[in-house]
Nanobody, 117 residues
Framework: VQLQASGGGLVQAGGSLRLSCAASRSVGVIEQMGWYRQAPGKQRELVATINSGSGTNYADSVKGRFTISRDNAKDTVYLQMISLKPEDTAVYYC????????????WGQGTKVTVSS
């Protein structure tokens, strides 16, 4: 599985961005898809996940501002981010859980989001 993330960039506080991550696969079933982020000097943390039934889970820090969605026909996960804050600055990584008899996790290359104050 290869994951291609896009949509990061520089935005002012209060602005919006939409991240996309497309998965290319030849076998398996995609279960959960999600976004994580890692700020400089900090550990990677969960931002949001969405399962195969479209159930979602969000970090408290982004609830009400970020929306995760997926297009199963395109094997793509999105993260719509509004009301961005400087503390949202990080490299955002997409994650896919693929079922191939066992569940395996795959990571995208990361896309940088910078929010200026």
């Amino acid at each position: 599985v290869q994951l291609q993330a896009s949509g990061g960039g520089l935005v002012q506080a209060g602005g919006s961005l939409r991240l996309s991550c497309a998965a290319s696969r030849s076998v398996g079933v995609i279960e959960q898809m999600g976004w994580y982020r890692q700020a400089p000097g900090k550990q990677r943390e969960l931002v949001a996940t969405i399962n195969s039934g479209s159930g979602t889970n969000y970090a408290d820090s982004v609830k009400g501002r970020f929306t995760i969605s997926r297009d199963n026909a395109k094997d793509t996960v999105y993260l719509q981010m509004i009301s961005l804050k400087p503390e949202d600055t990080a490299v955002y990584y997409c994650n896919v859980q693929l079922w191939v008899g066992v569940s395996r996790a795959y990571w995208g290359q990361g896309t940088k989001v910078t929010v200026s104050s």
